[in-house]
């Protein structure tokens, strides 16, 4: 508890001599948040790396290195309890594999974590901590894994892998963020920059090329905002410009046109079983893609479609139902209900594009780091100190 506070300490003295002096957005978010980053983070220094290769997947047609899940929504058929997994949309199965997922998101929560100490403290420990994790997982030839996700969200008697297993990676997004902040600081040593932008870019490769990936692009759905989100990240990350173009293209013509109704919901999260958290979800993943592609010369936050519609009236629609959950006019989620909402990003990101008091106000209350496995799978952005590098001024 004295390291902590001595930790604390030294947070405030960071922000009274760097950019985030005076008022700024940075200072201001890092307040809010600072007491939480800072006891995981002093946790997270004396946590191993531990990848998939920890963890043997009976049930996976792929090898050690093959990261593998299993769908959510699939159960056995009470008719055929031996035979092919059936599906019961929005009720996730508790006895499905997850612990390549667990492993993925612990990781994301690690990297985030110090990576935002490290930009509140210049303390080497932490920027040293993430590259330890970050060779386990993209270099180090006995803990890698390999860049692709061909046995992801697998169904028992039906399919060994699917496209859709590619919204597991979504929680690689804050890891690439991460390491980009901590190369463009210059405390990421060559190998570990340069072994990892080899991973992220041949992950990126196999994402927009093999069958599972297209298909995954080609959904109607958050599925396809996730997809986007991903490839946005790694190929910022990467410096692959002709992807993120392609992303914001998707944005612009795909999500903003047909996810999006007249008044800023999303018809098709909507009709699932769980209407609520599926909102918050792709509002998250479109506030995302504003956040990592948008430049002075082309805005998307400020991006407004033909017919009117805008991410500010998607922001205004979920808005009212944030903050009094009781007023939601749809159907109740059938699971995890009273879980949502938390300190959703999409309210943080809209804050930092339009300083709209509202937006912060339904973000700062609710709480940072939520431990329900359901809401933190539906939260991969939860660093949002790592996304303002534009915003310290």
């Not at 983070?41 to 531990?50: D, F, H, R, T």
């Not at 040593?189 to 196999?206: A, I, K, M, P, V």
């Not at 998707?250 to 999006?260: I, S």
């Amino acid at each position: 508890m004295k390291t902590i506070k001595l930790i604390q300490a030294n947070l405030i003295v960071a922000c009274a001599l760097s950019s985030c002096s005076s008022p700024s957005d940075f200072k201001r978010v890092s307040t809010a948040l600072t007491d939480s980053i800072v006891q995981q983070s002093y946790s997270n220094l004396q946590e191993p790396p531990i990848t998939i290769t920890a963890y043997i997947a009976q049930r996976s047609a792929g090898g050690i290195h093959d990261f593998y899940s299993e769908g959510d929504y699939w159960w056995p058929d009470p008719k055929d309890p031996d035979g092919p997994y059936i599906r019961r949309d929005g009720e996730t199965n508790p006895d499905n594999f997850v612990a390549h997922r667990h492993a993925m998101i612990r990781f994301s929560k690690i990297v985030g974590n110090l990576t935002s100490t490290y930009l509140l403290t210049s303390a080497p420990q932490y920027a040293q901590m993430v590259e330890k994790h970050a060779m386990a997982w993209f270099v180090n030839a006995d803990t890698r894994m390999n860049p692709s996700l061909l046995y992801a969200q697998a169904i028992k008697g039906v399919v060994t892998g699917r496209g859709i297993g590619i919204i597991d990676t979504l929680h690689l997004v804050e890891v690439a963020q991460s390491l980009l902040r901590l190369h463009e600081a210059g405390v990421l040593s060559d190998e570990c920059y340069e072994g990892s932008r080899q991973w992220f870019s041949e992950y990126l490769t196999w994402m927009t090329t093999h069958p599972y990936g297209v298909s995954e692009m080609n959904t109607k759905n958050n599925h396809a905002t996730c997809w986007a989100v991903q490839a946005a990240s790694f190929a910022k990350y990467v410096g692959n410009n002709e992807i993120m173009d392609s992303c914001k293209d998707m944005f612009k013509n795909r999500f903003m046109t047909n996810q999006m109704d007249a008044d800023g919901s999303f018809p098709q999260e909507l009709q699932r079983t769980k209407p609520f958290g599926y909102s918050l979800f792709n509002l998250d993943a479109m506030a995302a893609l504003c956040q990592i592609l948008s430049t002075p010369e082309d805005d998307l936050w400020n991006y407004t479609t033909p017919d009117g519609k805008t991410m500010r009236k998607a922001l205004d629609w979920v808005l009212p139902y944030i903050m009094d959950k009781s007023s939601w006019p749809y159907q109740k989620d059938v699971m995890y209900w009273d879980e949502w909402p938390v300190a959703q990003p999409s309210m943080i990101f809209g804050w930092l594009a339009f300083h709209d008091e509202r937006y912060f106000n339904a973000w700062q209350p609710f709480c940072h780091f939520p431990t329900n496995e359901e809401v933190v799978r539906n939260l991969p952005l939860r660093n949002p100190l790592i996304w303002m590098e534009n915003n310290t001024d």
